[in-house]
């Protein structure tokens, strides 16, 4: 019987013992309990334990290989790196992160809450389902998450302990390849396109050196610019929803990097549900989703300021206009990043369910050129992107051109 006192990748049998040995109390000695595994991401495993009296928890455990590609291997210790900003966040945003119970530097997992009444909001959104609280919980999460550890608020000694125990090299790698190089010319051949999208991507990505210009002074942005602890893949995979409730989890790609790469994130991938909504003819979730990313930005903003202002420490940020200096440059990251988001997510390996399932070859391919469409004027015309409506405008005029 293992003691998980030395480190390998349990199995879905192994489950139940891990939790007895490691929180004997949860279940209590008597319980029968069955592990299920319910993992859904690229990277790591899941498993649902319950004992058929309503108790339930999760354990996520990091393997060495990666689940998208074998090939792939990355530290496990992202679990510990996940594990200490989920409780890092908790203390930020409250609850709408789940709760971390314990975790596991040896076995590289962690122990959490049970979220099994919420849907993955990727999934929730392709069902077309739509949810009012969300603009306003995920611009909260992100002003007070992602602001309270800048410089403007935190103290300059304490963030920069904070941005070297949260160096993230090996999975800052993996988006500053695939996000960042790959997308503008496939050069690890590892690019999904389909053959009926080829020429365009070669026209409007591959060969459009102006685009890899703006793509190359966004990528050492990514890694030089340390501005906040960020979550760092802050899609609609990273997010549960339930009626009025949003929990954000997965962080395990966080670092310290630009603010408008989450923001950004959250834009694109709510642009993509848009597509499948348009994909199905669906106009009122569309409008829905419209609105929704709109919110986003303006609250996103106007909570920002007020943030700002009430607790700015660091004297020059207190300079009439900085605020609104600072939140204007992150709108434009914003922007760009929503763009990079687009098109990675188009043509590169890790794509995303709203656009793969869409049915028929014609629809697809037209939600594909709305991405890109929408991406590029992201990307090229970052600067000119100041409110909520402006990222509408991007999203209606590429759909009108295609
Ligand atoms: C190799 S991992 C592929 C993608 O999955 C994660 O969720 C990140 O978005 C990453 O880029
Ligand atoms: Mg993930």
Redesign the pocket.
């Known amino acids: 019987m293992p003691n998980f006192e030395t480190y390998f990748l349990m199995k879905e049998s192994d489950i139940p013992l891990y939790i007895k040995t490691k929180m004997p109390e949860f279940f209590g000695s008597a319980a029968k309990v069955t592990a299920k595994e319910i993992g859904d991401?690229?990277?790591n495993y899941v498993y649902r334990l319950a004992d058929g009296t309503g108790k339930s928890i999760i354990v996520k455990q990091a393997g060495v290989a990666?689940r998208?590609?074998e090939k792939?291997k990355i530290s496990t210790d992202r679990n510990r790196i996940e594990s200490e900003i989920l409780l890092l966040q908790a203390k930020y945003a409250g609850n709408l992160v789940p709760k971390i119970y314990q975790y596991d530097t040896v076995m590289c997992a962690c122990i959490m809450e049970d979220l099994s009444d919420y849907q993955l909001m990727r999934y929730a959104l392709m069902e077309h389902k739509t949810f009012p609280r969300f603009a306003d919980d995920i611009s909260t999460f992100m002003v007070n998450t992602l602001l309270s550890t800048t410089d403007i608020i935190m103290e300059h000694k304490q963030k920069k302990e904070l941005v070297k125990s949260f160096i993230n090299p090996q999975l800052c790698e993996?988006?500053e390849d695939?996000?960042y190089t790959e997308p503008y010319n496939d050069c690890n051949k590892r690019n999904i396109v389909n053959a009926d999208l080829l020429g365009f991507v070669k026209k409007e990505l591959y060969n459009d050196t102006a685009l890899h210009l703006e793509a190359a002074k966004l990528k050492f942005d990514f890694m030089n610019n340390a501005q906040a602890l960020l979550h760092g893949?802050l899609?609609t995979?990273s997010i549960f929803v339930k009626g009025d409730s949003t929990k954000i989890f997965d962080p395990e790609?966080a670092f310290f990097g630009p603010i408008g790469y989450d923001a950004g994130n959250v834009i694109a991938n709510l642009f993509f549900a848009w597509n499948n909504g348009n994909a199905g003819g669906d106009n009122k979730f569309c409008e829905w989703v419209l609105k929704t990313a709109c919110d986003v930005i303006d609250m996103f903003k106007e909570k920002s300021l007020r943030f700002i202002k009430t607790n700015a420490t660091d004297v020059m940020a207190k300079t009439s206009g900085f605020a609104e200096y600072y939140i204007d440059a992150i709108i434009a990251d914003t922007a760009a990043c929503c763009g990079v988001e687009l098109i990675r997510r188009t043509v590169g390996m890790?794509q995303v369910k709203d656009i793969t399932t869409i049915p028929g070859k014609e629809k697809r391919l037209r939600a594909e050129k709305i991405n890109i469409l929408c991406a590029k004027n992201c990307i090229l015309n970052r600067t000119k992107f100041k409110t909520g409506g402006d990222f509408i405008s991007a999203l209606k005029t590429a759909a009108s051109q295609v």
């Open positions: 991401g690229n990277l990666l998208i590609s792939m993996i988006t695939l996000v893949d899609h995979g790609f890790a």
